[in-house]
């Protein structure tokens, strides 16, 4: 995001536990504060040092341990991309039970510790559901195995769900035992336009009730987001005429396990959408081979970059009730253009995506440079929109840097206090990661 930048002099590259727990403990013994690096894809500033720590990066970590083909268990190293399990246990039918934009980057380790959520997380569930076990160095270089590859351990405190979204503030997460689920048989995706956000809400319902267990993404694209992703190449699916008169579209994906049951799933509810009396959707495209399939997934998925590339993006990755979602960008539309700021020199666009099935909605406002002008105008405006509906100020992004000072709009002062507290207990010489999640 070219936010963030600090001043380090030193970045390490061990290769094995036992060399992260001896630097981590030579730093803690000099008060050297270290931050974890995966592959620095976060959102929120998180994997940046604010001044000159020690950055300690796990991208020599990459060993599979194991994995096993029956149960689905794989144990890796905390520096395996994403990209490359999911390589991994592809020949033994498996899949991970998360995908995201930055899966050729991102780290396991650096997803556990962002408790990242994704494309899938509406099929298979969080990362506090699939991480079985966890290997830590805490800070003051104490090896922590709790590698189990149990499903079922009900013996006391559950330590490891500390770390998943702790972004590194409490510990070095070097290895991650995860369950993978099996692949599905048969995906397929349809991508939808839409006349009015009004209709977002019914069509999820019918979308559910109709596709029932084989659906495993519902994404939503404002036209705004896609425009623009499409501007910067980011795959295409719909003609100009298809998408004239759409105010916003959505991703469909089904995985299964027969594709012709599937696709007649997908055909009857395109075909019932289409006939009704009064049509939640103008049209609708559904992938006819691999290439269309992640054409219309490159949209969704490739619109964090168009982004990037369109200008500097102040990035609100909050939970907020569904129907809520268009009313949320639109005030912050007219919150901007009140105060002068909607203009091609200033704000160039204002839009809404995100994942409508985790009630997740990721607003993003483009500017040509980040200002004070523009960030007092959307903070705390936004912040306190999304208290006023008790939504999340991060739904899947963390806190990061970004938003220490934004913690108290989700989380109460007895909740900030214990979190202080486990802190401490952790972490007494403040060597974790300083200066993110907590102020
Ligand atoms: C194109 C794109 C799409 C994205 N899409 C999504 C999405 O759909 N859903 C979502 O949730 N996020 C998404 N993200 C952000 C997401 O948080 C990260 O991509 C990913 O989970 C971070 O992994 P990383 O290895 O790059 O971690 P980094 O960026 O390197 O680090 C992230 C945080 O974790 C800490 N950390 C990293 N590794 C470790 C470790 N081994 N032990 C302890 N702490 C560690 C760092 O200190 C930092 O605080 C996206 C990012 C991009 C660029």
């Known amino acids: 995001m ?17 060399e992260v727990s001896e630097i981590v403990k030579w730093c803690n013994d000099r008060r050297i504060g270290i931050v974890p690096q995966g592959g620095n894809t976060g959102l929120v ?6 001044k000159d720590e020690v950055i300690l990066s796990l991208s020599n970590m990459t060993q599979v341990r194991s994995f096993d083909p029956i149960s689905g268990i794989l144990v890796a190293d905390a520096g395996c991309i994403l990209q490359s399990l999911t390589d991994y246990v592809a020949p033994h039918n498996h899949i991970m039970p998360l995908d995201l934009g930055a899966k050729g980057s991102c780290q396991i380790g650096g997803n556990v510790s962002t408790n990242a959520g994704g494309l899938r997380l509406l099929r298979y ?13 805490l800070p003051d270089g104490t090896i922590l195995d709790q590698l189990t590859t149990l499903r079922k351990d009900n013996t006391g405190y559950d330590l490891k769900q500390l770390f998943i979204g702790a972004e590194g503030t409490l510990g070095i997460i070097t290895a991650v035992s995860i369950l993978t689920p099996p692949a599905p048989q048969a995906s397929n995706n349809v991508i939808l336009a839409l006349p ?13 009730r109709q596709l029932s267990e084989i659906l495993s993404a519902f994404e939503f694209i404002d036209r705004t987001a896609y425009d623009l992703a499409v501007k910067h190449g980011q795959g295409r699916a719909l003609s100009e005429d298809e998408v004239e008169g759409a105010e916003c579209f959505v991703l469909v994906e089904t995985s299964g396990g027969k594709r012709e049951h599937d696709e007649e799933k997908l055909n009857t509810l395109l075909e019932s959408l289409l006939e009704a009396d009064e049509p939640l959707i103008n049209t609708g495209v559904m992938a006819q081979n691999p290439a269309q399939f992640s054409s219309i997934w490159a949209l969704r ?3 964090t970059e168009a982004v990037s590339k369109e200008g500097k993006a102040y990035k609100y990755d909050i939970s907020i009730p569904l129907s809520t979602f268009k009313e949320c960008v639109d005030l912050t539309r007219e919150r901007l253009r009140s105060k002068g700021l909607l203009s091609e020199d200033k704000v160039k666009a204002v839009m809404g995506y995100g994942h409508v099935g985790d009630g997740n909605l990721h607003l993003n406002v483009v500017a040509n440079a980040y200002t004070e002008e523009i960030q007092d105008a959307l903070e705390p405006f936004i912040y306190e929109l999304v208290a006023s509906h008790r939504g999340s100020v991060s739904a899947e992004h963390g806190i990061g840097a970004m938003k220490t000072h934004a913690l108290h709009y989700s989380k109460n002062e007895v909740s900030v206090a214990w979190m202080k507290r486990i802190k401490a207990m952790f972490d007494p010489n403040g060597i974790m990661n300083p200066g993110k999640v907590l102020e």
Do not use: D, W
């Open 301 to 303: 998925e490739g619109v």
């Open 125 to 137: 569930g969080s990362l506090h559901g699939s991480v079985l076990g966890l290997e830590v160095v």
């Open 2 to 18: 070219g936010k963030y930048r600090g001043k380090s002099t030193t970045v390490l590259r061990p290769k094995t536990t036992q």
């Open 196 to 208: 009015r956000f009004e209709n977002v809400l019914p069509l999820y319902k019918t979308v559910k």
């Open 45 to 50: 500033g998180g994997s940046v040092p604010l």
